[in-house]
């Protein structure tokens, strides 16, 4: 069964940095698309960050970008997004996914996505 983990999650005040990791376990995460998403209660899961398998080009939600990076360290097959200059809008559970269709293009819906992990808290407050 693949799967994903997550981690890094945490209280951060506002202005604060945090960086999420993505472990992959029983495939090679760089051989898929991935994604990063973020849920609050009451809304839909929405895409901040992702890559297609084909390119590799980094793609982010308008709110996020010049503050998220999503990266790969194949050495750890982990899926890192590194999120800085946190703001209180960006409170939410965040979770990776992946997606093994070599033409999936990465900036789509949640539920066009394969493969997730289990998600990790971000609380902005001070």
């Known amino acids: 069964q693949l799967q994903l983990v997550e981690s890094g999650g945490g209280l951060v005040q506002p202005g604060g940095s945090l960086t999420l990791s993505c472990a992959a376990s029983?495939?090679?995460?760089?051989?898929?698309?991935i994604g990063w998403f973020r849920e609050v209660p009451g809304k839909e899961r929405e895409g901040v960050a992702c890559?297609?398998?084909?390119?590799?080009?980094?793609h982010y939600r308008d709110s996020v970008r010049g503050r998220f990076t999503i990266s790969i360290d194949n050495a750890k097959n982990t899926v890192i997004l590194q999120i800085n200059s946190l703001k209180p809008e960006d409170t939410a559970v965040y979770y990776c996914?992946?997606?093994?269709?070599?033409?999936?293009?990465?900036?789509?819906?949640?539920?066009?996505?394969?493969?997730w992990g289990q998600g990790t808290q971000v609380t902005v407050s001070s």
């Open positions: 996914a992946a997606d093994r269709d070599s033409n999936f293009y990465c900036i789509s819906p949640w539920y066009e996505y394969d493969y």
């Open positions: 890559m297609s398998r084909s390119d590799r080009t980094a």
């Open positions: 029983k495939f090679i995460v760089d051989h898929y698309a």
